[in-house]
Nanobody
Framework: QVQLVESGGGLVQAGGSLRLSCLAS????????MSWFRQAPGKERERVARVLMSGGGAWYADSVKGRFTISTNVQNTVYLQMNSLKPEDTAVYYC?????????????WGQGTQVAVSS
C-alpha cells in the first residue's frame, strides 16, 4: 500500500521557521518527482517546490524562493525547510509523488499538514 505521510506542521509567528517531512512507502520512489503543494482557504492548490527523489532538479515558486528549501534523503523522506515565514504562507501543505513528468499531477498524495503563521 503506497503511503505519503506528512508531519511537521504547526503554528508559528511571522519570521519563524518550520520543517515539514514526507515519508514515502509502499513502492519504489527512486524515479519519482516529489513536490510540495499548498492550499489556502478559498484558493487553488499550488505547487511550491519540487525535487527528484534521487536528488537534484530543485525548483521553487517565486513566492517561496530564497525562503524555502526542499531536500530528500535515502530513506524516501522529502523535507521542506521553511524560513522567514509570512502570514500568507498559511495553508494546508501536501506532499505529492509523480512518475511521468516533472510537472505531472501527482499519482499519490499525502493527507496534508496545516501550517499557520500569525502576524
Amino acid at each position: 500500500q503506497v503511503q505519503l505521510v506528512e508531519s511537521g506542521g504547526g503554528l508559528v509567528q511571522a519570521g519563524g521557521s518550520l520543517r515539514l517531512s514526507c515519508l514515502a512507502s509502499g513502492r519504489s520512489f527512486s524515479n519519482s518527482v516529489m513536490s510540495w503543494f499548498r492550499q489556502a482557504p478559498g484558493k487553488e492548490r499550488e505547487r511550491v517546490a519540487r525535487v527528484l527523489m534521487s536528488g537534484g532538479g530543485a525548483w521553487y515558486a517565486d513566492s517561496v524562493k530564497g525562503r524555502f528549501t526542499i531536500s530528500t534523503n535515502v530513506q524516501n523522506t522529502v523535507y521542506l525547510q521553511m524560513n522567514s515565514l509570512k502570514p500568507e504562507d498559511t495553508a494546508v501543505y501536501y506532499c505529492g509523488a509523480s512518475f511521468v513528468t516533472i510537472w505531472g499531477t501527482p499519482s499519490y498524495w499525502g493527507q496534508g499538514t496545516q501550517v499557520a503563521v500569525s502576524s
